[in-house]
């Protein structure tokens, strides 16, 4: 399942950041708190971590972009959609009496 990481509030009443540099790229398998992306804002530069483990799915934008707080940055299959999947297919317990 595509989990969608949207720009977060950096602080400082700050609304909008732009795309320095991508850090992955679609198809690249990132770990828990992996540097994302650079982002600037008015105030400074910072690297956004992965929220999740999983493989990027879609960059949310260009390098050079502006995006705004709450649009989506990057999408990344988590796995979760595979999980429940999986679950459907098990046979149910099937108790026989002794």
Known sequence: MAFE?????IGEGLEEAE???WLVSP???V????PLVEVLTDKASSELPSPVAG??????????DRLNVGEILIELDDGSAQVADDTEHIPPVVSTPS
């Open 55 to 64: 493989t990027v799915l879609r960059l949310g934008a260009s390098e050079g």
């Open 5 to 9: 990481f949207r720009l977060p509030d």
């Open 31 to 34: 770990v828990r708190d992996q």
């Open 19 to 21: 795309i320095v540099e």
């Open 27 to 29: 198809g690249d398998v």
